[in-house]
C-alpha cells in the first residue's frame, strides 16, 4: 500500500503586498510543493501570494485543496482546479486546513495570517498538535513576530519552550528540511 501523500499547509497573504519578493517566494513555494511531491492545503483564494502559491504548486504537478467559508466565495475562490471543501465558519476553515496538513508554512500575510499562525502555535503549546510550523522569512517580513513572541517569553507571558514550537527559515528553499 503506498504512503499518504506528504501536504502542507501554507498561510499567506491574500495582497501581493508591497515588495517583488513576496511573490518570488510564493511562486518559489508553489514549485517546491510541487518538485517535492507534495501536496498543497491552502485558503482557495485566488489573489495576493496565496493565489501564487497555488498556481506555481499546480504548474509544478501539485494536487491542491482549498478550503474556503461560504461568506468568501466569490470573493477569493481559487477552486477551479483543486479538490475544495467549503466550511461554514473561518474557525472551522483553519482546524479543516491544519487537519489535513502534514505541516504548516508561512508566508508573508496579513492579520488573516497571524490568526492563523497564532491559532497553530497555541493548538501546538497546548498539545493538540506536533506538526512542524515554519515561519518563512521572506526579506526579514517575520522578524518583527520573532522579537514580539521573544518578548512575550521574556515578560514572563509565556515558557521558553514556545519558542521550539516553530522554525524560522530565511527562505522558501530551507522548507523541505525543516518540516519534514
Known sequence: MPSPQF??????GARPGTSPVYMEAAQAMGALIGKNGWRLVFGAGDRGIMGAVADAARAAGARTLGVIPTHLIGQEMNLRR???????????????????????AVLPGG????????????????????????????GG????????????????????????????????????????
Not at 492579520?111 to 503549546?125: I, R
Request: with cysteine.
Open 111 to 138: 492579520a488573516g495570517s497571524l490568526d492563523e499562525f497564532f491559532e497553530v502555535l497555541t493548538w501546538a503549546q497546548l498539545g493538540l498538535h506536533d506538526k512542524p510550523i515554519v515561519l518563512v522569512d521572506v
Open 141 to 180: 517580513y517575520w522578524e518583527p513576530l520573532v522579537a514580539l513572541i521573544d518578548h512575550v517569553i521574556d515578560q514572563g507571558f509565556a515558557d521558553a519552550s514556545m519558542r521550539g514550537l516553530f522554525r524560522v527559515a530565511s527562505d522558501v528553499g530551507e522548507v523541505s528540511d525543516l518540516v519534514k
Open 82 to 104: 483543486s479538490d475544495q471543501i467549503i466550511t461554514e465558519t473561518m474557525h472551522e476553515r483553519k482546524k479543516v486546513m491544519l487537519m489535513n496538513a502534514d505541516a504548516v
Open 7 to 12: 501536504s502542507i499547509c501554507v498561510y499567506c
